[in-house]
Structures are given as structure tokens and as C-alpha cells.
């Protein structure tokens, strides 16, 4: 049996739908930018008013990056079984996106166990800091710490995003991407209070603006189709 012959008009229309699909195909509905940026601007911002004006929640805000993971498995696996079809490029960005999602566990581990085998390994040589109060005379055991490890978020922040951007060839991710290199140089002359907050302003810009706008098209579209 000879296969179906498509007419001129039925050809255009299968071109149009094509087209239409690869349109809506970029990152989906949006959904998993505005999860990540609401999480990192909420962390950012509670970190940096319990910083400022020195109280504490109770537990560590930025914990809620780690509870955004069973959304986002969610997230994924709802969007991947929408797709009908996956191309090179949409495999090359989901790529991206997973090496930044390793780094930012691996700066994180980095980030916490430091200050721990650092005194543990000073501890072991016999080695001990203290920091005195100037104006009470007051002595205590200092810690040691990882300087402005926000910063150093601030650049995995931007490597996805801004990649994505020039990729596919969307202003607000590129605008977001620069952004947060901007805040990175920025916080190499403040203090952790400002540069947590930075952190929060990179993750709204970053993502949940973006995302929103991703949204905004995604619910047009598809609104479109019916």
C-alpha cells in the first residue's frame, strides 16, 4: 500500500503545528522556575532580615531548597510525560540544568562540613582560636568559616540561566544571568548580610521572574489550543 500523499493545505498545517509544539516546548510550563526562584528569594530574604536585625527562626531557611526536590520530581515527571518528544537541544539543556543542580549540592556540603573539619583537623594538631570583645573584654571559642560563600552562589546561579538564554535567545533570562554576575561583584565588597540578600534578589531575577513570564505563555498557548 502506497503511503498517504499530504496535499499543499494539509502540509502547511502540519508545519504550523510543528512549529507551534517547538514554541511550547521550551522549559514546559514554567513551572520549575517559579518553584526555584520563590524558594531561593524566600531563603534569601528571611536570611538576610534574621541577619540584619539579628534574631533567629528556629531552623536554617535554606533547608527549604532541599524540600523544593520532591516538587520539582513531581514537576518533571508530569512535563516529561506531556512530551511526545524530547529533541538534542531540550537533552543538551536538561544537561545543564543537572550539572547545576550537582554543583549547588556540592558547594553546599562544601559550605557546611568546612567550618566542621576544619576546627576538627586544627583540634587535632592542637590548635585552638579564640576571639576577644574589645568593649566587654568578653572570650569565646571563634569558629572557622568559609567567607562569602554566597558569592560563590551567585556564579552557579547565573552558568544555567545565562546559557539557557543565549541558547534559546530569551531576554529574561539573560537579563537575570547578568544580574547576578552584577550582585556577585557587588557582594565582593559587603558584608554576609547584604550578600545573602543578594542571593535572594538573584533567585527572584534569576528564576521567578522568568518563570512567570515562561507561565504567562504556557497558559496562553495552551488556552490557544483548545
Same mark, same amino acid.
Given at each position: 500500500?502506497?503511503?498517504?500523499?499530504?496535499?499543499?493545505?494539509?502540509?502547511?498545517?502540519?508545519?504550523?503545528?510543528?512549529?507551534?509544539?517547538?514554541?511550547?516546548?521550551?522549559?514546559?510550563?514554567?513551572?520549575?522556575?517559579?518553584?526555584?526562584?520563590?524558594?531561593?528569594?524566600?531563603?534569601?530574604?528571611?536570611?538576610?532580615?534574621?541577619?540584619?536585625?539579628?534574631?533567629?527562626?528556629?531552623?536554617?531557611?535554606?533547608?527549604?531548597?532541599?524540600?523544593?526536590?520532591?516538587?520539582?520530581?513531581?514537576?518533571?515527571?508530569?512535563?516529561?510525560?506531556?512530551?511526545?518528544? /524530547?529533541? =538534542?537541544?531540550?537533552?543538551? &539543556?536538561?544537561?545543564?540544568?543537572? *550539572?547545576?543542580?550537582?554543583?549547588?549540592? #556540592?558547594?553546599? %556540603?562544601?559550605?557546611?562540613?568546612?567550618?566542621?573539619?576544619?576546627?576538627?583537623?586544627?583540634?587535632?594538631?592542637?590548635?585552638?582560636?579564640?576571639?576577644?570583645?574589645?568593649?566587654?573584654?568578653?572570650?569565646?571559642?571563634?569558629?572557622?568559616?568559609?567567607?562569602?560563600?554566597?558569592?560563590?552562589?551567585?556564579?552557579?546561579?547565573?552558568?544555567?540561566?545565562?546559557?539557557?538564554? /543565549?541558547? =534559546?535567545?530569551?531576554?529574561? &533570562?539573560?537579563?537575570?544571568?547578568? *544580574?547576578?554576575?552584577?550582585?556577585?561583584? #557587588?557582594?565582593? %565588597?559587603?558584608?554576609?548580610?547584604?550578600?545573602?540578600?543578594?542571593?535572594?534578589?538573584?533567585?527572584?531575577?534569576?528564576?521567578?521572574?522568568?518563570?512567570?513570564?515562561?507561565?504567562?505563555?504556557?497558559?496562553?498557548?495552551?488556552?490557544?489550543?483548545?
Amino acid at each position: 500500500m502506497e503511503d498517504k500523499q499530504l496535499n499543499e493545505q494539509e502540509s502547511l498545517q502540519l508545519i504550523t503545528e510543528m512549529i507551534q509544539k517547538a514554541k511550547g516546548g521550551f522549559h514546559e510550563s514554567g513551572s520549575s522556575a517559579i518553584l526555584w526562584g520563590s524558594a531561593v528569594g524566600i531563603a534569601g530574604i528571611v536570611s538576610f532580615i534574621e541577619s540584619y536585625w539579628n534574631f533567629y527562626i528556629g531552623f536554617d531557611i535554606w533547608f527549604i531548597l532541599f524540600a523544593a526536590i520532591i516538587p520539582q520530581i513531581f514537576i518533571s515527571i508530569k512535563e516529561n510525560k506531556n512530551k511526545k518528544a /524530547i529533541s =538534542r537541544e531540550e537533552r543538551n &539543556m536538561d544537561a545543564v540544568w543537572m *550539572v547545576y543542580a550537582l554543583s549547588i549540592i #556540592a558547594v553546599t %556540603f562544601y559550605t557546611n562540613i568546612m567550618p566542621w573539619a576544619s576546627e576538627r583537623l586544627a583540634s587535632g594538631e592542637g590548635t585552638q582560636y579564640w576571639k576577644r570583645t574589645v568593649a566587654t573584654g568578653a572570650v569565646e571559642r571563634m569558629r572557622l568559616f568559609v567567607p562569602s560563600a554566597s558569592s560563590v552562589y551567585l556564579i552557579i546561579y547565573a552558568i544555567p540561566t545565562l546559557t539557557v538564554g /543565549i541558547a =534559546r535567545r530569551f531576554k529574561p &533570562m539573560l537579563i537575570g544571568g547578568f *544580574v547576578c554576575y552584577a550582585l556577585f561583584f #557587588a557582594s565582593c %565588597f559587603t558584608s554576609f548580610t547584604w550578600d545573602i540578600l543578594f542571593n535572594g534578589i538573584g533567585g527572584i531575577c534569576n528564576w521567578l521572574i522568568p518563570g512567570l513570564i515562561l507561565r504567562k505563555r504556557f497558559l496562553k498557548q495552551k488556552a490557544g489550543n483548545v
